[in-house]
C-alpha cells in the first residue's frame, strides 16, 4: 500500500556530510510522524531523529547538534541533513512514517535501508 524510497546514502570522510531523503507514496490518506533509524554491524536498530506532521522532532543524543531532520508534507518527504560524521554513524539508515491510509487504519512502514559509511 505504501512505499518509502531513500536516497542520499554513501562514502563520506569524517568531519563530512549528507543529506538523506526519503519519499512516501501510495494509498496514503495522511502522515502523522516520519523519521530516521540506524542499525551498526551487531547492534539494534535504533532512533536517529524523528518529526512530526507539526514540526516536533526529537534526536538521539549521539546526533543533537550534528544531526537535522526536516520534512516537506505536500510532498510526503521527510530529509536527514546529517553533518560532522564520525566513524560511529557508519550504519544502514532506514526512513519510517507512521501512515493512515484510506481504509482508515494506521501502522508503520520503513524503507529498504540506505547505507553510510563514514570513513577515511
Known amino acids: 500500500q505504501v512505499q518509502l524510497v531513500e536516497s542520499g546514502g554513501g562514502l563520506v570522510q569524517p568531519g563530512g556530510s549528507l543529506r538523506l531523503s526519503c519519499a512516501a507514496s501510495?494509498?496514503?490518506?495522511?502522515?502523522?510522524?516520519m523519521g530516521w533509524y540506524r542499525q551498526a554491524p551487531g547492534k539494534q536498530r535504533e532512533l536517529v531523529a524523528t518529526?512530526?506532521?507539526?514540526?516536533?522532532?526529537n534526536y538521539a543524543d549521539s546526533v543533537k547538534g550534528r544531526f537535522t531532520i526536516s520534512r516537506d508534507n505536500a510532498k510526503n518527504t521527510v530529509f536527514l541533513q546529517m553533518n560532522s560524521l564520525k566513524p560511529e554513524d557508519t550504519a544502514v539508515y532506514y526512513c519510517?512514517?507512521?501512515?493512515?491510509?484510506?481504509?482508515?487504519?494506521?501502522?508503520?512502514?520503513w524503507g529498504q535501508g540506505t547505507q553510510v559509511t563514514v570513513s577515511s
Open positions: 518529526i512530526t506532521s507539526g514540526g516536533s522532532t
Open positions: 519510517n512514517a507512521d501512515v493512515r491510509t484510506f481504509d482508515m487504519t494506521t501502522r508503520a512502514y
Open positions: 501510495g494509498n496514503i490518506f495522511s502522515i502523522y510522524a
